[in-house]
């Protein structure tokens, strides 16, 4: 009975898994929500992590950075990034990250 539990705790957790594309994030061009942009901003996220962030940071910029496509954030990790972006970034980036969550 021990082991399906466990079973069933890793399935839920991999299967709840948020994922974010840092190679293609779709911005908004402008507050009127009219045109959406696509870029890459996986240097410039992983370095601002890597300049004000804290060690708890490091792993997942050097993740971001490396990335080619969707990355898995872990609840932690989620958290962290979204604490982070809502202190260290632009409004037009804090509502990217909340959008581009899969």
Not at 59 to 84: C, K, M, V, W
Request: glycine share 6%.
């Amino acid at each position: 009975m021990g082991s399906i539990y466990l079973w069933l705790i890793i399935i839920f957790n991999i299967s709840y898994m948020k994922k974010v594309n840092f190679k293609k994030m779709r911005f908004w061009s402008g507050i009127d929500h009219t045109q959406k942009l696509e870029q890459d901003v996986r240097l410039d996220l992983a370095n601002l992590i890597y300049r004000y962030g804290d060690i708890r940071g490091m792993d997942l910029a050097l993740r971001i950075y490396h990335s080619d496509g969707d990355i898995e954030l872990s609840d932690d990790e989620f958290t962290y990034l979204q604490s982070f972006v809502s202190g260290h970034c632009s409004p037009q980036m804090v509502e990217a990250m909340q959008e581009n969550i899969i």
